[in-house]
């Protein structure tokens, strides 16, 4: 099994341009999350789904999009890239059980210029 | 939402010694869990223990909570080298966020060979 795959590893945008991060897991698991890691600031939530066809908000959803239509899939979009989104951006995957634990991808790291 | 505070931000131990890491918080939790993130990876799972645990134990690893001083440890016995990397305290549910686990800053442990 991948586990939690994140493509791309890589991308640098310009400021304005869009682009979507794909996050695909291969373990029928119902949660899906979107964190962003900045240096000194931890890991905080973007956007989360508890399902197929279902999404909501975190901590600091302004400026991006995601979408839920397939459950191993989980999409976040950036519409318009400021360089206050250059980050690394990890996907997260856990089971029906809630209070197991979280499956991270390896990180999609972004720069805005 | 809330999130973990670790303390230290940073700390430094000769291979064998033991590592202690600490995490405080304000509000109520179901669990309180552990991750390690070496340089440039995702997150790997270390540990959950939940709001009527006191401590468990995984290996090298101990981990205790205290509910009445919202607070939880994190001790690495006999640290080797490979033990180097960031480590997170993550919240889970509580306040009626059921489905969000929100990460503290983490504190980089250093284990000099």
């Known amino acids: 099994n991948a586990g939690v795959t994140q493509t791309p590893k890589f991308r640098v945008l310009k400021t304005g341009q869009s682009m979507t991060l794909l996050c695909a897991q291969d373990m029928n698991h119902e949660y899906m999350y979107w964190y962003r890691q900045d240096p000194g600031m931890g890991l905080r939530l973007i956007h989360y789904s508890v399902g197929e066809g279902t999404t909501a908000k975190g901590e600091v959803p302004d400026g991006y999009n995601v979408s839920r239509l397939k459950k191993q899939n989980f999409l976040l979009g950036l519409e318009s890239a400021a360089p206050s989104q250059t980050s690394v951006y990890f996907c997260?995957?856990?089971?029906?059980?809630?209070?197991?634990?979280?499956?991270f991808g390896e990180g999609s790291r972004l720069t805005v210029l | 939402s809330q999130q973990g505070e670790e303390d230290p931000q940073a700390l430094s131990i000769q291979e064998g010694e033991n590592a202690t890491m600490n995490c405080s918080y304000k509000?109520?939790?179901?669990?309180l869990q552990w991750y390690r993130q070496n340089s440039g990876r995702g997150l790997v799972h270390l540990i959950l223990?939940?709001?009527?645990?006191r401590e468990k134990h995984s290996g090298r690893l101990r981990v205790t909570l205290d509910t009445s001083k919202k607070s939880s440890s994190l001790l690495i016995t006999a640290s080797r080298a490979a033990d180097t990397a960031s480590y997170f305290c993550a919240l889970g549910g509580g306040g009626g966020s059921n489905y969000k686990l929100t990460f503290g800053k983490g504190t980089l442990l250093t284990v000099n060979p």
């Open positions: 997260a995957s856990i089971g029906p059980a809630y209070t197991g634990e979280l499956f």
């Open positions: 509000t109520s939790i179901n669990n």
């Open positions: 223990i939940r709001s009527n645990e």
